[in-house]
């Protein structure tokens, strides 16, 4: 079988592995295509590689091959919840596997999905229908971390502005939606970002300038960062909220962010920190998202601008980096 690892010199190579036979409680999944985040893209556009022998992929979907679960069906295609929890602690238990503090995530410690097989929790498969584009199961991951914040936000009937367009900023808008919101803002730096942000059904602001000028001293009631990296951005989110509003922050930072404590103050703001998704509902997060996937079908389809195969790794993340080639969702499929 072949895998796309990090060298530890700024790219990936491409290596055979015996994959082995799965353990109980894990299936062996074929798969079907997986998506290029953000986090990936730091190793390469930072040269530090990830970390060397690791295999990335978070966002995958593939065909259940084997397993001993009778409850998964062979052969049909499943999105993959990349979590690994030990399932015996008190927030697993509770559903919120996301708080398992012996969390891994298939693409960090656990091999990724760029690879044509991998190893996934059998809970951790949700089933799509018969016949679903393989590009659009591949969504599912970065789709659900959306849902999540929408959820913690309680944005139903609520103005939410979202900071940020890149894929995961966009999904927020589906997301918002999906969850009742009023009314859907958006930051987008560029053109084609802002074109697809109104076509989920944002209205779409430049910068965080000309969204506080919008909306003016009375703001926004949901604020989502979603930029992250060395951004300065809830500086912006606290100006923008509304008195007494939410901040959700589903952004990864590096190190430490400034937070301006006067308008946390002024303002009665509350921030909440979202992390990927949890199971905690009698339909968890991410079974949410497949459902919502499966009922919008192609109106997700514009967010795949470019398609690789694995052979062709690295020219994927090359494409993924590159925003003046109008790339979105990239993906990989063996």
Not at 52 to 80: F, V
Request: proline share 5%; glycine share 12%.
């Amino acid at each position: 079988m072949k895998a796309a690892q990090w060298n530890g010199s700024g790219s990936l190579d491409l290596v055979d592995y015996d994959i082995g036979e799965p353990e109980p409680g894990w299936a062996k999944v074929a798969i079907a295509a997986c998506g290029i985040c953000g986090s990936d893209l730091h190793g390469f556009r930072e040269h530090h590689g990830g970390v060397k022998g690791q295999q990335p992929g978070h966002e995958a979907a593939g065909y259940c091959i084997q397993t001993s679960d009778s409850s998964l069906e062979e052969g049909r295609l499943y999105a993959i919840e990349p979590i690994v929890s030990c399932g015996t602690c008190g927030p697993c238990k509770a559903g919120y596997q996301n708080r398992c503090r012996k969390r891994d995530l298939v693409g960090f410690g656990t091999p990724g999905g760029l690879a044509e097989q991998i190893m996934v929790p059998c809970s951790r498969l949700h089933l799509l229908p018969n016949g679903f584009d393989r590009n659009l199961a591949a969504l599912s991951e970065p789709l659900a971390v959306g849902v999540r914040a929408m959820r913690l936000g309680e944005v139903s009937d609520r103005v939410v502005a979202i900071i940020g367009a890149g894929s995961i900023g966009l999904l927020c808008i589906s997301a918002a939606i999906h969850k009742g919101a009023r009314e859907v803002a958006i930051t987008a730096r560029h053109a084609h970002q802002a074109e697809l942000a109104r076509y989920l059904g944002a209205e779409v602001f430049d910068d965080p300038e000309s969204l506080l000028r919008h909306y003016g001293m009375e703001g926004v009631d949901v604020v989502v960062e979603t930029v992250g990296g060395q951004a300065e951005t809830l500086v912006d989110a606290a100006n923008i909220a509304a008195p007494g509003g939410v901040i959700i922050k589903v952004g990864v930072f590096s190190g430490n962010t400034p937070i301006p404590s006067m308008p946390f103050l002024d303002k009665e703001l509350t921030l909440k920190g979202s992390l990927c998704y949890a199971g905690d509902l009698e339909t968890g997060d991410f079974a949410d998202t497949t459902k919502l996937l499966a009922q919008k079908g192609d109106y997700f389809s514009p967010l795949v601008t470019h398609k690789f195969s694995l052979d062709e790794v690295n020219e994927a993340f090359e494409a993924a980096l590159d925003k003046s080639n109008g790339s979105i969702k990239v993906h990989i499929s063996p």
